[in-house]
């Protein structure tokens, strides 16, 4: 049998805590290694339970959750870890500041629990998630930060029409279903188009594939 994958908690709120504990712990494959309320301990017990996926809340007392999941998976790390932050805020600047400090999935609270689930395994695998209304405002709100250069030419780019279509759907927050249903394709050939992309651009997951596309113009 397959071990489950283990899950650190981290959430400042103890009744939301306890509820991603009893979310998480009901699953068979799944499995709660640890809890705690602040950033500081969610990096401290990581380095001594090494769990699979670490679900980081933002505000927190001690050290926020952006500069915890820095510390376990940013730029930099030897051996960095997969943090899902999940948390109230939406639009705020949380969520550009998260996924540059290198989380590999963000979710909103009020998700339903079968996507929070969903989210955890996804990035279990190695895969990233971005909920999909964050995807499709992320970079609206922050188009002049991350705007691309004046010498950025689309033109450039080493990706196939098709590659480029299947990025410009990802950034739009699109799901693989959804890309397979927009381009009357199949979802394992959707898996092969992003797989190509971030093997071409040398991108990690989806998350920086969405950063880089609107850095390098595109999308608008």
Not at 102 to 126: E, M, N, Q, Y
């Amino acid at each position: 049998m397959t071990a489950p994958t283990r899950v650190l908690v981290c959430d400042d709120q103890m009744l939301v805590r306890t509820g991603l504990v009893t979310i998480i712990d009901a699953q068979p494959d799944l499995e709660v290694a640890g809890e705690c309320g602040d950033g500081r301990a969610a990096v401290e017990l990581a380095a001594r339970l090494r769990p699979d996926v670490v679900v980081m809340d933002v505000r927190m007392p001690v050290l926020d959750g952006i500069e915890a999941t820095r510390l376990l998976a940013g730029a930099g790390v030897t051996e960095p870890g997969k943090v899902l932050v999940v948390t109230t805020f939406n639009l705020d600047e949380y969520v550009y500041r998260a996924l540059r400090a290198g989380a590999s999935g963000f979710l909103l609270k009020d998700t339903p629990p079968d996507r929070l689930l969903h989210g955890i395994r996804t990035v279990a695998a190695g895969a990233a998630l971005l909920d999909p209304e964050v995807t499709r405002q992320l970079v609206g709100r922050y188009a002049a930060r991350i705007r691309p250069a004046e010498n950025e030419n689309p033109g450039d780019s080493p990706l196939t029409p098709r590659e480029l279509e299947v990025l410009r759907l990802i950034a739009d927050g699109l799901s693989n279903s959804e890309i397979a249903a927009t381009l009357m394709i199949s979802q394992e050939t959707v898996k092969t188009f992003v797989s190509r992309m971030l093997a071409k651009l040398g991108l990690r997951d989806r998350v920086q594939a969405v950063i880089y596309a609107f850095r390098h113009g595109l999308v608008t």
